[in-house]
């Protein structure tokens, strides 16, 4: 699997890595998925933001470890999930990953965790697989126009360089460490929460050859996020909707959201930004573990 030579730099105490190689009945541009695996009791899948890596759970995962059997995954292309040259990187073939994931480990009464974009592919996965979904928890749902855009003038900048015809491939291949981390500050309230042993871990991340062309795919298909919402509706299983109150969604977004989930629960975070399982992961683990 291209980019094996590479091994994560962070260690997740009680966690161990696993791959899912492609059925034998493939149905094109699958590759190899990584993903880290923790704990023991009902199965809880984590699913990761824009840009990032199951790593992004480091804090969560031993806080919930001993009531849940924990999966997280490397969505498709990122982390160390195989690249796979032509590949698809809009919202279903990257929810087709995470059903590879819940089928072929035929994982039943899941709890469906996902920050971001993975909030958008929990919800979608539990639509497709209703059978082996128990509950939702969505974190921040990246399902609004602007998304990242709207961090900073610096990410807005950056993203605009990157989906840029002609430069655009250039671009997505330089990524200073200044530059990662005050993008990645920009989805914080509490910006010391970002450890730079995480910026570095997603800069060797983002040395995999053919990984700028993954990056660039992703926001390219951003808009397929956005256009998801439609399924939402077709979600069986109980859904919690969980914002930081500094999140890059407006007022209007979420409540959008409300009005089209009347029955899921919701929790604003004080304080918080987008990624809320980096700077409050013991908001999350109890709304988690107080689950019955």
Known sequence: ??????????????ATSHTLAPGQVSRGGEGTLRYLKAGMGAPLVLLHTVRTQAEHFRSLIPLISDRY???????????????????????????????????????????????????????TTAADLPERVRRVVAV?????????????????LVVG????????????????????????????????????DYVNELLQVGTRPGYSIVARAVYQNLPSLIAARSRYGAVRAPIHLVYGEHDWSRRSDREANRTLLPEAEFTQVPGAGHFIAVERPDVLADLLNATT
């Open 69 to 123: 059997t924990v999966y997280a995954l490397d969505l498709p292309g990122m982390g160390y999930s195989e690249i796979v040259p032509g590949a698809s990187y809009d919202e279903s073939a990257m929810r087709a990953g995470v059903e590879r994931l819940l089928t072929e480990l035929d994982l039943s009464d899941v709890t469906l965790v996902g920050e971001s974009m993975g909030a958008v592919l929990a919800l």
């Open 161 to 196: 360089a990157v989906l840029a015809p002609g430069v655009g491939p250039v671009v997505a291949q330089q990524e200073p460490k200044p530059v990662l981390r005050r993008i990645l500050q920009g989805g914080l309230g509490d910006k010391s929460a970002l450890r730079p």
């Open 140 to 156: 921040n749902a990246y399902d609004f126009p602007g998304g990242i855009a709207r961090s900073s003038l610096l990410a807005r």
């Open 1 to 14: 699997m291209p980019g094996q030579e590479l091994q994560p730099t962070i260690h997740i105490p009680s």
